[in-house]
Nanobody
Framework: QVALVESGGGLVQAGGSLRLSCSAS????????MGWFRQAPGKERAFVAA????????DYTGSVLGRFTISRDNAKNTVALQMNGLKPEDTAVYYC?????????????????WGQGTQVTVSS
């Protein structure tokens, strides 16, 4: 059974940091791009960051550029999202996802496996 499990969410004050981790089991995703998405209450799921299969290329939504860093460890089948300088508008449920392909992708429709999500709450 294939599963993506996120961890590392929580409550943090504005300006603080959190590191989200996503562990995959059931199959390897070494050949797949990986991404992080988030969904705030009353809003659609939105792209946050993606990393290609090798880890050499990344992409970010503009609002997190310079504050968030996505990385992956193919040997461990994990992907992480380091979040610094958190703002109240970053509050959302964060989801890890594995893409169908190897290249960068910001469209959630191109991701076939999803984790259950982890809550990130940033207080002002």
């Amino acid at each position: 059974q294939v599963a993506l499990v996120e961890s590392g969410g929580g409550l943090v004050q504005a300006g603080g940091s959190l590191r989200l981790s996503c562990s995959a089991s059931g199959r390897t995703f070494r050949g797949n791009a990986m991404g992080w998405f988030r969904q705030a209450p009353g809003k659609e799921r939105a792209f946050v960051a993606a990393i290609n299969w090798s880890g050499l290329s990344t992409d970010y939504t503009g609002s997190v550029l310079g504050r968030f860093t996505i990385s992956r460890d193919n040997a461990k089948n994990t992907v992480a999202l380091q979040m610094n300088g958190l703002k109240p508008e970053d509050t959302a449920v964060y989801y890890c996802a594995a893409a169908y392909g190897a290249g960068l992708n910001s469209n959630p429709a191109n991701y076939g496996y999803w984790g259950q999500g982890t809550q990130v709450t940033v207080s002002s």
